[in-house]
């Protein structure tokens, strides 16, 4: 597998404006739930242990995305971004959850991230149509296209 | 054909027998001589027409260093001196003296500025650094070989000042001239003075009551036989130069008169209501009213917004009923007052940060999340609760209180900046609550405790040991208890590693402050600069921390940058001081920079008269030829460049001196060179200031310094072109920035007009570049020259010579349809 550099996808210099305020982590909905990895925490491992060793914490894929720190961020820093571009990292040296791996496994070859049985039930039920059947060649090309092969077998 | 600048040269071309120019190259330590080799630019000079000595020190503008320049004028008869060094901007009255001294003309000197604009800019390139200078050098001295001695003008000093802005800095420095015998006109925008000041409880470190120390100085501001008060009012216009500013100031209609004894019966009876902006809005107050208690005047005014006798017409006369010494005059007039001084202060103060706009905090929303200066007149015995710490939603003691840091400010959201005074604010204000209401939980959420003043930790000591609890984290998200008005703070104790969840009875942002909203109404009044934050900026950071720019304006207080009571109060009186040196010498002596015009030359047309930003040039078509008028021209040379005649010049930035400038970058490998003109201002300091902060930028950039953008003539350009240069920058200060009342727009429309003839004629557009750069932006002007070097990268040496042709042949057909 190939490894590519985890400061193409995000300006290192971005992290130094970080003054550690914490106002992402008091605003991360994920930690409310669990005790996850804060994005004021993971700032920090990157400036002062390096991304390296951030990139092998399984919490990394604890953060829902909901992009919230950023907003609250006083120095713009572009939080989302980085937890993208380390996840992105991450992968590709392995650190991805089994489910997650499952889940893109089941779209490649389905169209569909998860399949729930019951749906059509449900559809029938209040009167919907069927799902049509997924596009899995233009999935599985777009899939590629991404690079997401070099990451998960699909 | 014939350019115009060549014949002119021609006619003005010195002989260099006569010429005696001695050459002094600084290493300034290893600022200079770490990247220059400055013995090489030595030799280099030696060799440069009219060089009869050159020579390598290691700090010119130290003793030893003018000492050698004052013996070589003497011994060796020098009548030109060059020294390559740092920025005129800093040195060059320190150079012109010594010249002075060993009686050369002080405007005998010229400097090559080889550190801010090279050395301090290309530190990683050695050689391309000593073959700049090398250039540098040359541009000076075969500008130098053009100067010619100069005479200045002396200007009376008005003996009177304004100052601008009541608070105490305004104060202070009102008074501090007053006692030195002048006469001060403080103009003071509300219906008293006192400012930000008089509405604090207390003062840190030391706790003092705010208002009782400040009360006694309004006082005497309002007694001080030579202050002349005028609250209610505004400057409107400001016209003329150091020493003879005449100021038009619009005083607002008071509606009652000085014979006011602020009895209050008048409030008993009005019946307009209005939120009261001295307690923050915390209060109401009448339309009739006295700002403060302690306020100076003691005179109680007619807030017109509110009053029924809006525009003229009386509906309501019950103040004027109520008044046993008949003090309401509803005839009162707003009124513009002209008034002549000499010196100018500005201590126009802050305005405080209001954080609606943090959305996450629930300021505006939630009733008990207020900011610190609500809190300061909450707490406060003259305040809306009296003095009781209560808290908005159900006026309850709160049991709870937490105080978050930095809102508004380190930001960039908000304020980019700290503001300075917040921590301390913080710390003092929770030692007041300790202090009244000690079985008060307090909590502190910070980032950094910023206590640096003297006596600053020995306070923010006091607060830990009595018991405030500081937890470093701001909270991320607020949110409220409808039902009991509580609010409960999320975030992260990020010395602990833990997320926290506090329930606190009310909330107080600790506010940061900011630039006056209007600031601008004054910068451009007054003709300063501000910084990226839009404080107004001293001349010199360290060594002129209260000169504008402007001669004769000074600074003073927060409208300079955030500051606490006691460095305003400092500020001001070193304000103060200045303005008195400029006031007890009584004249002063005005740059020799004016335009000349030759009668002979001159056909009326009026063209210079038209663009003069000062009205300064007078004639007409009857009297044959227009004329100068030399105290009132200010030397920005806009009239220069209009005038199609060559009757125009400006001492000493005249044509031959800048076209031998530009013939001199342009004499080797013309095409690899950008020649940057520069105002003096802005733009040139701009580019100083990319050299203090070390910004690196391409090494083929050439600046020349102008007094304005407005001076640099087309015919520089053409010439440029002609000669085959890579690209040309014409920067100047933003519009409306302008240090000569606007003269850049003449910049402008000159750039613009020469870009419509490059079209027509088919040369590259890109090659000619206008470009807006402050004092403050160093980082603009790097860009700037980056961007042009990356341009110029793309143009090959036949493509730049094929445009020369061009533009020659052009001219050919020009000159022979003419």
Redesign the interface.
Known sequence: MTTIKLWKFFAREDLYECYQCARCTGSCPAMEVAPAFGPRETILKCLNVGHEKVVQDERIWLCCTCNVCEDRCPQKIPISDLLVALRNSAARRGNIPGRLVMAIELLAKTGRSMIVHQLDEMRAHHGLAPLPPAPVEEIRAILEKTGLREVVEF | MKEKAEIREQLQAPDSRDLRIGVYVCHCGKNIGGTVDCVKVAEHARDLPGVVLAKDSLYTCSEPGQEQIKADIKEQKLNRVVVASCTPRLHEPTFRAACEAAGLNPYLLEMANIREHCSWVHLHDKEAATEKAKDLVSMAVSRAARLAPQVELTVPVTRKAMVIGGGVAGIQAALDMADAGYHVYLVERSGSIGGRMAQLDKTFPTMDCSICILAPKMSEVGRHPNIELLTLSEVKSVSGYIGNFNVEVLKKARYVSKECTSCGDCIQVCPQLAPDEFNAGLSIRHAIYIPFAQAVPSTFLIDMGQCLNNQGIVACDRCFQACSHKCIDFSQRDQIIEIEVGTIVVATGVDVYDPTALT?LGYGKFPNVITTLEFERLINAGGPSSGELIRPSDRRRPSKVAFLQ?IGS?????NPYCSNVCCMNTIKDALLIREHWPETEIYVFY??IRAFGKGFEDLFRRARREGVIFI??????IIEDINTGDVTL?????LL?E?YRYSMDMVILSVGIKPRRDSEDIQRLLNLSTDTDGFYMEAHPKLRPVDTTTGGVFLAGAAEGPKDIKDSVTQASAAASRANILMSRGEVRVPALTSRIDPDKCTACGLCARVCPYHAIQGSKEQGYYRVIEAACQGCGACVPECRFEAIDQTHFTEAQIVSQIDSVLANDPHEKIVAFACNWCSYAGADFAGVSRLQYPHNVRIIRTMCSARVSPAWIERALLKGVGAVLVSGCHPADCHYNNANQNTARRVERFWKRMERIGINKDRLRLAWVSAAEGAQFARVIEEMEAGLQKLSPRQISQDAEKLRKSLVKKSETT
């Open positions: 996450e930095c380190r930001s960039k959201r908000s980032i950094d470093r984290g701001i909270p991320g998200e999320l975030g992260e104790n990020t590693g997320q």
